[in-house]
């Protein structure tokens, strides 16, 4: 029956329609997403935050998106050509890829792949590839910096977030998404999984480069990081999918250990799966701008050994003693 | 049909997309190229160095340590889908697998490799 539908002109048609809703929604996404930070950031430091284009500023970031456009792009004399050029697509590209397999609700996924959440991980690392590109491409000292801080930041907290990661996938023995969601219908994972949650959300912040953990960009050192050298719709491609990674990984947390498409308990209040979702997921999100406006940055030495001295034993310790509880029941 | 088609054709329509930005913008953008301009940025003065100098050490170690500890999640991935069916087995396995991972982890904690100074 698959072979059949396989190769019929609907199946096509549907999953062209399903790339090009998921495409613009993650734009749509990640212009409301900036525009959220900013509100946000604002009312933590009692202002308002935009105001003036639209209601409450909504319409300010498709401004900024249009100004983007209308702007120079200058590609440094010394910087090297084609790396140059080429970094800013390859960091938007491999990102959209994981929508491909997010479960927004019990039949909204795209496709649900056996390998779902080795997808997303597989595809989510080559930012870190792309930021070393145009920071290397770049030739200026700043960009150059950022890009090696961000490389040995992201290679550190991969290390805890797949092994955290994997105490989830213990319990369910699968990478299916629909699977991973299904098993939570009753308790959240973040219930037994407490550990695993708390280092999967800090990982995750700290593979998104955001504040505390924001080094690779610290504006206040080294001017804008990577992107220094980048302007135009190059630098707009860099945020944007900054933005859209934010989004994946608190999609991926939701569905890890927040019960995805289910409500609390096994109580749905008759609400939509995907609209659970998707609350869940901009709570989240929320947390992570709240999260920029509380706390200092850190310092990289700080920053190195709290991954390797404190994240990686605790997450090791975290999957054996998993693995234990699980043989013994 | 191949079941990683789509993830291709994603990846074809991302790309479309960035390259549709990067050539508007370029089409609207405005073109005025003077020297100083294209200097790479440096608050106001003209770099002296090539940025490209040699950098720490401990970067390469880092690195290294990724790979080391990057094949032990890469162990870890099928273990974690065929835990039921390995059973004991793969569990003392897997237990002994992690242990010798965490000994070398001591180690080069107790060596020094991990402190920034």
Redesign the interface.
Known sequence: MM?AA??SGAYWLR??IG??IV?IFS?LNALFLVWLERKVAGHIQVRLGPMEVGPHGLLQTIVDGIK????????????DRILFVIA??LV??????A??VLPFGPDLI??D?NVGL??IFAFSTFSVLAILVGG?A???????LGA?RS??QA??Y??PL??SV?SV??MV???RFSELVMAQQRVWFVFLQPVAALIYFICATAETNRAPFDIPEAESEL?AGFH??YS???F??FFLAEYTNMFIVCAVATSLFFGGWHGPFGFSFKIPGVVWFLAKTYVLLYVLMWFRWTFPRVR??QL??FS??VL??LS?LN??IT?LV??LI | MNPYVPVLIMLFLAAATAAGMIAATTWIGPKKKFADKMEPFECGESPIVNPKQRFSVKFYLVALFFVIFDIETVFVYPWAVLFRELNWFGFVEMMIFIFILAVGLIYVWRRGALEWD
Not at chain 1, 68 to 79: D, F, H, N
């Open positions: 072979e396989a190769t999953l062209i790339l090009v495409l734009q983007l456009v209308g702007k120079e792009l200058i590609t440094p004399a010394r910087a800013p697509v938007f590209t491999p990102v959209l890829v929508f491909l795209i496709r792949m080795l997808l290397w770049s030739n200026n000292k700043y960009a150059l090696i490389v040995a290679v550190a991969e290390i797949l092994l994997m996938v213990l023995n699968s990478f001017v220094t050298e135009g719709m190059r707009g491609l990289f030495d190195m050994n390797w001295k990686i034993p090791m999957l054996v693995a699980l043989k």
